[in-house]
């Protein structure tokens, strides 16, 4: 099964930390993602750039609308993922907890939904 494990955390308090502590959080995260490929479940990880660099988009009555960001009045925010192969919720959890994000926020896992008719992807 496809897992996407989506990490929030506060933006605010992220961009405070010493630029020693985000670079050790970034060092064991790309350790999580190559534990991962070893073990045959790395799929796909990235950090994302801050929400107000973003854009949110909505159509309505065929029109498009752009805003941008930030967009939910919250102070956590999606700041990365991890997409994995794992055999069950319980062992996709336990991926979650060792990413470095859990401790600054929490890790949201979430199973794909495999559908038909989409293209292959390595």
């Known amino acids: 099964m496809k897992f996407l494990l989506l990490v929030h955390h506060n ?4 961009a405070e930390m010493r630029d020693t502590v ?3 959080m970034l060092a064991e995260s790309v350790q999580v993602t190559h534990d991962l490929h070893a073990k045959g479940q790395y799929l796909g990880a990235a ?3 801050p ?4 854009a949110r988009v909505r159509v309505r009555d065929g029109e498009a609308s752009v805003t941008d ?3 939910v009045e919250t102070h956590e925010h999606i700041a990365g993922y991890f997409l994995i192969h794992a055999e069950s919720l319980a062992e996709a959890i336990k991926v979650a907890a060792r990413i470095p994000g ?4 929490y890790i949201e896992v979430r199973q794909v939904r495999e ?5 292959e992807t390595n």
Not at 102 to 105: F, H, S
Not at 115 to 119: A, S, T, V, Y
């Open 115 to 119: 559908i038909d008719g989409l293209p």
């Open 11 to 14: 933006e605010t308090a992220f």
């Open 102 to 105: 859990a401790r600054l926020g």
């Open 51 to 54: 929400s107000a660099m973003g």
């Open 22 to 24: 985000k670079r050790d």
């Open 47 to 49: 950090p994302l750039m």
């Open 69 to 71: 960001g930030p967009f």
